[in-house]
């Protein structure tokens, strides 16, 4: 039987890397055809990737998907609140409180202006508006972020607009007991 076979899909490395990753034939053959993908590479969102390793530091599970993704799609504009229990996708207009969705993703026709609290966020558009993430927020060339921005890890790419406050790392909490030291008097002398 001759004919035009169907083209199995191709695994590709989303550090955008053009890595040449060849395609999923599943089979008998499938460990000889499946390359590993090269050292350094991401290939779905709890991999590991190369600047993690920097200085000797172990990768943290960044961005664990509960499956779940919510789009608000180019040309729609939306105001109001909104609850997720998964990622958020936002390539249009969204003007309001986000209900804490695990991870945020703004594209980048994406425009948001709202006070912002994730675990993990990938900004490639506007943002205007402060940002608190627990694990990690990437801000993508060609971004616009203008509010203050609080996180543990943030990796800033090339061609990025930020105008406001970065505070990095966790919160330092005063020990119980300490307290800076009060200013003493000296007795005055007649």
Do not use: W, Y
Not at 48 to 66: C, I, L, R, Y
Not at 86 to 115: C, D, M, Q, W, Y
Not at 151 to 166: A, H, M, Y
């Amino acid at each position: 039987m001759l004919g035009n076979p169907v083209r199995p899909p191709l695994r590709t490395c989303i550090s955008r890397c053009m890595c040449r990753a060849r395609p999923l034939i599943p089979g008998r053959f499938f460990r000889a055809i499946r390359p590993l993908p090269r050292r350094g590479h991401r290939v779905g969102l709890t991999a590991t990737h190369k600047e993690d390793k920097m200085f000797g530091k172990e990768p943290e599970n960044q961005a664990v998907s509960t499956g779940q993704t919510s789009i608000i799609a180019q040309g729609c504009k939306f105001d109001g609140k909104v609850e997720v229990a998964g990622t958020l996708r936002i390539e249009g207009e969204f003007k309001g409180t986000l209900g804490n969705p695990e991870s945020l993703v703004i594209g980048k026709t994406g425009v948001v202006h709202a006070t912002v609290k994730v675990k993990n966020a990938i900004i490639g558009g506007q943002l205007f508006g402060n940002i608190t993430a627990e694990n990690k927020i990437e801000l993508q060339s060609g971004s616009h972020v203008e509010g203050d921005i609080k996180t543990k890890r943030l990796v800033i790419d090339e061609g990025v607009f930020f105008e406001g406050n970065c505070s990095m790392g966790s919160d330092r909490r005063k020990t119980p007991g300490a307290s800076p030291a009060a200013p003493t008097k000296e007795p005055e002398k007649k």
